[in-house]
């Protein structure tokens, strides 16, 4: 009989499907609104999302790596790493300005108002919670900007003045609306509205650059 010294090819898996993970990021939004961070489980989210519990795993390592990954989808949706990527093409208060509208259209998201409030209610129980939704969201964004304030050619900017600056770049987007959000109050914030916010802070951040240098 005959040996063959080929090596064995590795067995494949399926490869993941696309249209899958992001039935799987859809029902862990509603689960995480419904149910918190604590309370969702991964056997909870592989029962509603209707797929196996092998299947949620295949696409996320464990919960937190999916906590991340259903905020950073939401990011994408309003497009907010894309209104930064013109450094060598845009002024930078073109390029603020378009970062501002994306952030605007962000904080204003009922989702994402209502995640602010399970987040806020279960950091008082479990602070890592609360350093989780930091890292993926408000702190990404933080960086981001503050990495485009230090290379843009019209600003170049120190690392930590950067990061200064982009902090109260995020705090004056946030103005009054974000937190009449969260308290259920009303507040009329309209596309024009929205965009006279997004250009004024663009710049006063433009303005705070110029003290900072």
């Known amino acids: ?114 995640m602010y409030k399970v987040v806020i209610g279960e950091s008082k129980q479990d602070s890592s919670v609360g350093q989780l939704f930091y890292e993926a969201g408000p702190l990404h964004s933080i960086n981001m900007v503050s990495e485009l304030l230090q290379k843009h050619p019209q600003s170049q900017l120190s690392e930590a003045q950067a990061y200064e600056a982009s902090i109260d770049f995020f705090n004056l987007l946030k103005s009054d609306y974000h937190m009449r959000g969260i308290l259920h109050l009303p507040y009329e914030l309209t596309q024009t509205q929205q965009q006279g916010l997004a250009n004024t802070v663009a710049r006063k951040t433009i303005a705070l650059l110029a003290v900072m240098t």
């Open 1 to 114: 009989m005959t040996v063959s010294n080929t090596p064995k090819q590795p067995v494949l898996g399926r490869p993941k499907s696309a249209a899958k993970r992001q039935q799987i990021l859809r029902s862990a939004g509603e689960l995480l609104l419904s149910l918190g961070y604590s309370n969702t489980s991964m056997d909870a989210l592989a029962k509603h999302s209707g797929v196996s519990k092998q299947t949620v795993y295949s696409h996320f390592n464990n919960k937190e790596a999916l906590f991340n990954a259903v905020i950073e989808s939401k990011c994408k949706m309003y497009q907010v790493e894309e209104a930064s990527v013109c450094i060598d093409t845009q002024p930078l208060r073109a390029i603020l300005s378009s970062i501002g509208l994306s952030l605007i259209s962000l904080l204003k998201d009922d989702n994402v108002i209502a």
